[in-house]
């Protein structure tokens, strides 16, 4: 059932010509649209407003991946089981580019946010990073040692996570290319991941448990504890546009948390920190290298240049 305005709308199942449960529900950025995809490879666009259906695509090679809007709304990316990574019109519901490079399974896509790049997740284990202007591979990222079920862009576009059935979360930054950081703390397969709207905290979801990260120092601040079930599915995460709430699905239910930031941030500042005076350090290197200078700031005293300078 889809809900619209001021009243309820119920499209006939033949409407939606599928025959798998719903996943993966992706509004449009204005807000007056919303796509689903299903298990069958049917992705179906809805009119918000008035519940009429604009449009369906039938990609039965596609499975349950991840579908989601570009910034601009113009076009829908689908995350596909059979590697591949197809963009759709928003317009028409015409597939108008096909991305090929992985060797397995896309369970999540991701765009930055200012929509110039589009990074794609496989159970191959890498991250690549896709040049909207050409559709060219720009960057591509290894090193998780197991398939990978999540992504998630910072606010600023410059570091993107991963969540991996490696049990961490990999911190990849897009300028330098490379990996600058691994947060470890889950027990099981980490399957959902995102950035508060500042990126300030970073949520990770596995089984039942949704760990909170403050992003500045990666400090795990906070453990959000789900109830146990006898089954899994996807384990779904995402915050709030801006506010500190996360909204989880585990088995059918969305649990919605409300952080209390202040109170988070207040307990770790008030932990005590050591500091020692009586360390001993030991300072090698060439004659001219700043040795003493150093020396001098370690003791306490005003540093002051000695030795050869360079002018």
């Known amino acids: 059932m889809l809900k619209g305005s001021d009243r309820d709308f119920n499209p006939k199942p033949d409407d939606l010509e599928r025959t798998g449960p719903i996943f993966c529900p992706a509004w449009s950025p204005n807000g007056s649209r919303v796509s689903i995809c299903s298990n069958d490879g049917t992705i179906s666009t809805w009119n918000v407003n008035t519940g009429q259906q604009i449009w369906k695509l039938s990609l039965k090679e596609c499975g ?13 990316a689908a995350a596909c089981s059979d590697y591949h990574v197809r ?64 992504l998630a862009w910072s606010a600023t576009g410059d570091i993107i996570a991963s969540a991996s059935a490696d049990k961490t979360i990999g911190l990849w930054s897009i300028k330098p290319k490379r990996r600058v950081g691994i947060l470890e703390g889950h027990t099981n397969e980490v399957q959902g991941v995102a950035f508060s709207f500042d990126s300030y905290f970073l949520a990770s ?9 403050q992003t500045d120092n990666r400090q795990l601040v906070a453990t959000l504890q789900e109830p146990q079930s006898q ?46 005076s009586n360390a001993k350090v030991v300072l090698i290197g060439d004659t001219g290298v ?22």
Do not use: M
């Open 231 to 276: 089954f899994s599915t996807f384990l779904g995460l995402a915050f709030h546009p801006f506010t500190y709430t996360i909204a989880s699905v585990k088995d059918d239910v969305v649990h919605i948390w409300k952080l209390d930031s202040e109170a988070i941030l207040g307990v770790l500042q008030a932990a005590p920190s050591a500091h020692y």
């Open 205 to 213: 979801k596995s089984g039942d448990v949704v760990h909170l990260w």
């Open 64 to 76: 349950a991946g991840k579908i989601e809007y570009s910034p601009d709304g113009s076009l829908l």
């Open 87 to 150: 963009l759709v019109s928003a317009k028409t519901g015409k597939v108008v580019q096909d991305l090929v490079h992985h060797a397995e399974a896309v369970p999540a896509i991701a765009w930055a946010p200012h929509g110039g790049l589009l990074a794609s997740a496989s159970f191959d284990g890498s991250i690549v990073i896709w040049d909207r202007a050409s559709w060219k591979v720009q960057s591509k990222f290894e090193g998780h040692s197991a398939k990978i079920w999540d």
């Open 290 to 311: 700043g040795k003493s200078g150093l020396a001098l700031v370690l003791t306490g005293r005003s540093w002051k240049p000695s030795g050869f300078q360079c002018n």
